[in-house]
Structures are given as structure tokens and as C-alpha cells.
């Protein structure tokens, strides 16, 4: 796809069904404007966008995003905002899903709690539950554990790392400045370099799966796969041979 | 923003290290303060007054024994049935079409920029000067207090209505429109929500002003309803009764803002915070 010539500058990128794909990069880079586009939020100047073959000109129901400051309904209880995007797209009949994610991101117990009441850890497991109850194809994610705490953070990731891959593996897009993130959450790291934003670097990522944060940080390909990064967001125009 | 957040506001610094966290009174001490306040108040009245000639102030005791007369000879309800009916009618009216055309206004940009200058420039001016105008549209009956009223009224709730829609949240919009929500939903999620407290401030406001209204035009068309007692009291220098009104007005204010309040409370049960 491209973006106007301004953010974004001939990003041609392709995300495999099934794929957990994340787009690192420094801020200002144009990944989260990457990523509003991908959600049909914002129109291209040129280039498209499209999902399973079909163009994306505006938000679609198969899309579902997670939002950096969560994003939450401060009116509506937490049921009702797990709720949320399945009574907007009429799919009452689904809304059975909403109590097995409440259990599954261990809200049951605050289920009836206003947003306000909650800790930001708590607020972004409301926000992951909201995405995943419209059980979209294709799932978005907005820098999402870059608004709690370090050790929140760690819980959060691992949780996500054990949903996904213990459940559908939808496709997944995260977009973060968290190298450390990118490689425990990946199958493949993508560079966002800029601006223009426009991607400097690609890189599987091998490691094995089931993952968890801890096992991922002592293995030994870790280190490497680390420095990998960090050197190709150091001098973001080197072009490697992986760049596709 | 509201009153109901302003209560939870850190108070001014006095200086270094002189900043200490408000203690919470509890409701109890709360409800003490409030009553002693008007004890106090009413008692320096009562001594004051009583030294006093009772046409320059009047005093407690005497004005709750005029009022007494008045509600035994009917004057009291029928002065204050004629007020409430044009209180209500102009409230009424006059929230039920600021709320509206605000709602529009802070969804189109269009209609706000139509209105912008034509509602500032009438909100400036003292709904007073309108009176001759208004009589001459309306008569000097129910109506023209009615719209006198509605004047006070209509602009506070339209002014804060359109801010309080133009101050949603925009990540808000974004999660809505990610999800596919339809311009309806949006309304109903969404702007309705995040618009009541401004909606509500706006009414207070509004509250008080009705109550301008309603004496300004009781005094300027057809003399009527309290205004009507107050001013035949006073020209006849009976002080005492003169006050009845004037008491039962402060009620009034009062009344109906700890009804808003309630309200609200029930409204807007999210932003408790966990205790």
C-alpha cells in the first residue's frame, strides 16, 4: 500500500493469514498512520489497501483494532464494552462469546466495574476482549501495552502470546517502538523508518513457539536477533539483503 | 468541566511546602456546615433586623408570620401557581430547544458557523432590551413571559451543549468508526454520553436564569406572580411580606438544582470512582 507522499512513501508490505507480524519503528515513523490505514481509517493518496483480495476503502467488520489508550467506553460497564462492537454490528446472537473472553482475561469478577475503576492493565485486557469478541481476520494493535507499567506489560504480552497461540491464530498486526516486544510477540519484524516512513529492514523471527517472555529473553538466538534490530533502527538507510 | 468534577480538584498551594491533600468531609459534617450557615445567617438577620425599622429589613420571624397570612388568604399559591406555570413552560421550552440545536450544531460545522455570530451577538445583549419588542409580538400575557423566559434559558443550553459534542472524545470516534458503528450508534454510545455532563452544567445555568426571567417579565409586561407580590408589597412598604417571595424564589433555585443534581447523580453513575 501507499501512503501520501508526506507519512508514508512506497510501503509495499504483505501480512500472511495466520501471521503475527510486527512494525517497529521510531516515533514519528508513520507505523501507527500505517496501521490507520490498514483499519480504513485514513484515505490513501495513492496505493491500496486490501484484505483477502478485497479493497479496504473504510473501517470493515473484519478488521478489529486495539487501541494505545485502550479506547474504552467510560460509561458503559466492562461487559458492555466487551460487548461492544457485537451490538454495533448486530450480531446479538454472538454475544455469548463476551462471558468465555471475560474469562479468559480474568474480568469476570470486575465485569460489572466502570472503566474508571480498573488499572490500566485491566483497561487494555477490556480493550484485547472488545477486538477479539467481533473475531475479526485480521487483528490490529496500536502500541497496546505502551500505556501500563513494565510488569503489566510483561503479563499482558504473555496472556496475548498464550491466546493466540493456543487459540485461532488469526492474523495479528502490532505496531510498537518496543524492540523487546516485536521479537518475544513476532513471526516476522518489520522496519519503519522515516519520514517518509518506508520500510528499512525485514527479519523472520524463528524463535520457537509456544513462546513466553522469559523463555524468549534467554534464548540463544535472542541477543543476536536483538542487535539485528537495534542496528537497523540505529542507521535506519542501511538496506539489508532480507529487504524485500 | 462540571461542578461533580471541580469537587474532586486539588486545592491551591499557599506556598512551599505548604500543600496538604483536602480531607473529605464526611456527609454528615457536610450537611452540618450547610444547615449551620444558614443559622447563622438567619440569626444575625433576626438580631439586626429587630433593631432596625421594620420597612428598611424586616426579620425572620416576622417575614415566615406574612407568609403564613399569605398562603392563608391564597395569595402565596396563586402568585406562585402564575410563576411556576411560566418558570416551567420557558425552562421547558427553552432546554428542550438548546439542547436540540446544539446536539446539531456540534455535529455540523455548517450549522455552527450559521449560528456562531447570531447567537453570540443575542446572547450578549440583555434579554431586558428585547422586552418592548416581545410585547409587541407577543402581549403582555402568559406567552410573551414564557419567551422572556426562554430567552434567559436557551442560550447557556445551547452554547454548553455544542461544546460538550464538540469535546468528544476523538479515540472515542476512531473505536466507533473501527467497529462500524453507524452515525445512529454514534449518537446513542457516544456523543449523547459524553455531551450530558456539559448538557447539565448548561441547565444549571439555565436554572437560574429562568428565574431572572420569570421576575423580569413578571415586572415588565403584566404585573404577575411573585414578581407581582413583591412589587405591590414593597410600594406599599410592607417589607415583611415583600421577603415572602423573594424566600420562596431562593427555595425555588434551590429545589430545583438538587433535582438536577439528582438526576445527574443517576445519569452519570460511571465517573464514581472505586471507594
Redesign the interface.
Known sequence: MLGGALILDRVSLTVFEREFLCVIGTSGGGKTTLLRTI???LPTASGSVSLAGTPVLA???R???V?Q?F?L?????VRANVG??LR??GRQEALGRVQRLLDAFHLSEVAG?????LSGGMKQRVGMARALA?EPELLLLDEPFSSVDAITREALQNEVLQLWERTQRMTALLVTHDIDEAIVMADRIVVISGPPGHISFELPITLPRPRNTQEIRAHEDYPKTRKLLWDSLEHHDVRLPELT | MSAATSRFSRPASGGPGSWRPRRRLTPARRWALRLASVAVLLLAWEIYGQLLNPILLSSPTAVVAAGAGMIADGSLPQALAESLIVLSLGLASGVAVGVTIGLLAGRSETLAALLELPVNAVYATPAVALIPIIVLWFGFEVTAKVVVVFLFVVFPVLINTTRGVREVDPELIEVARTFCSSERRMWKDLILPSALPYIVTGVRLAIGRALIGVIVAEYYTALSGLGFLIARSANSFQTARMFVPIVVLALLGVVLTALLEWVERRLVRWRETPS
Open positions: 483499519a480504513g481509517l473501517p470493515t467488520p478488521t478489529a483494532m487501541f489508550h479506547g467506553f467510560p460509561w458503559k460497564t461492544y462492537g454495533v454490528q466495574h466502570y472503566p474508571a475503576q467481533v
